[in-house]
């Protein structure tokens, strides 16, 4: 069993900068592929990042590449969200997520969720 807790959300100004950390539990963290996920208020939650246990691969949504940096450090069971250059557009409810194999906007694939942390991004 692994449990995962978003944190660092919050409100910033349009091209400011949030760092969003996922911790989990469990001390088989190190084998599941992490991925970022969030939704918007009437929209479907989308995929923004993922990551493979050993950090060798990373994967991006077009809207947020060359902005976020998904990055993971496995000897603390934390999987780390830069945003930069933040657009109201980002404003969303994040969630981290994890799964056993490399799928990664196949929502079906995630065997764990967090309880999401939200980013609000104003003009």
């Known amino acids: 069993q692994v449990q995962l807790v978003e944190s660092g959300g919050g409100v910033v100004q349009a091209g400011g900068s949030l760092r969003l950390s996922c911790a989990a539990s469990?001390?088989?963290?190190?084998?599941?592929?992490m991925t970022w996920f969030r939704q918007a208020p009437g929209k479907e939650r989308e995929f923004v990042a993922t990551?493979?246990?050993?950090?060798?691969?990373?994967a991006y949504a077009d809207s947020v590449k060359g902005r976020f940096t998904l990055s993971r450090d496995n000897a603390k069971n934390t999987v780390y969200l830069q945003m930069n250059t933040l657009k109201p557009e980002d404003t969303a409810v994040y969630y981290c997520a994890a799964a056993r194999s490399w799928a990664p906007t196949d929502q079906n694939k995630y065997v764990y969720w967090g309880q999401g942390t939200q980013v609000t991004v104003t003009s």
């Open positions: 990551i493979s246990a050993s950090s060798r691969n990373t």
């Open positions: 469990g001390r088989t963290f190190s084998t599941y592929v």
